[in-house]
C-alpha cells in the first residue's frame, strides 16, 4: 500500500474481524499507511514472537484486544492488555514471549517506515520454520 492521500479513515474493529481464526505465519499485518515517514499496521500474531529488532525505526505497539507477555531486552516478561501501549527505539531487542489471551491484535505505528524486512532476528533458527508475517490482502 502507498499512501496517496492527504487523510484517510480506519476501522480497527473491522480490520480485526477480518484477520483468520489460525496462521501458520507468525503473524499477518493489514498496512493502514506507509510513507517514508511512517508506517501504521494492524496486526493479529498467532505464535510467540522471538526476540528481534528493527535497524531503521521506532516502533509503538498499542494493544487492541487480547493479551501477551512482551519481553524488552533481559528484562521479565510483562503482561501487556487491552488499552495498553509500549514504544521502544531502534535496535531495541523485544520478543514476545507467550500470547495469554486472543485473539492478540495491535495497533502499531513505526516512525520512519518500517520496511518488511527490517526485522532481524537474534536466533534465526527461533521461529522453527515458520514464516514472520503474511499481509491480510494477500489471503
Known amino acids: 500500500m502507498t499512501d496517496n492521500a492527504r487523510f484517510s479513515f480506519h476501522d480497527v474493529a473491522e480490520i480485526a474481524e477480518r484477520f483468520p481464526q489460525t496462521s501458520e505465519?507468525?503473524?499477518i499485518d493489514a498496512y493502514?499507511?506507509?510513507s517514508p515517514e511512517a508506517s501504521a499496521r494492524v496486526f493479529r500474531i498467532y505464535h510467540p514472537l522471538?526476540?528481534?529488532y528493527h535497524e531503521h525505526c521506532d516502533e509503538h505497539l498499542y494493544m487492541y484486544s487480547g493479551a501477551v507477555r512482551f519481553q524488552i531486552d533481559d528484562e521479565t516478561p510483562r503482561l501487556i492488555e487491552p488499552g495498553q501501549m509500549v514504544t521502544f527505539k531502534r535496535g531495541v531487542v523485544h520478543a514476545i514471549t507467550?500470547?495469554?489471551a486472543g485473539p492478540a491484535v495491535f495497533l502499531t505505528l513505526d516512525t520512519p517506515r518500517r520496511?518488511?524486512?527490517d526485522v532481524v532476528f537474534i536466533d534465526k533458527a527461533a521461529a522453527k520454520g515458520r514464516d514472520?508475517?503474511?499481509n491480510l490482502d494477500d489471503l
Open 25 to 27: 505465519t507468525i503473524l
Open 32 to 34: 493502514l499507511t506507509d
Open 50 to 52: 522471538p526476540a528481534h
Open 98 to 100: 507467550e500470547i495469554a
Open 115 to 117: 520496511a518488511p524486512d
Open 132 to 134: 514472520f508475517v503474511s
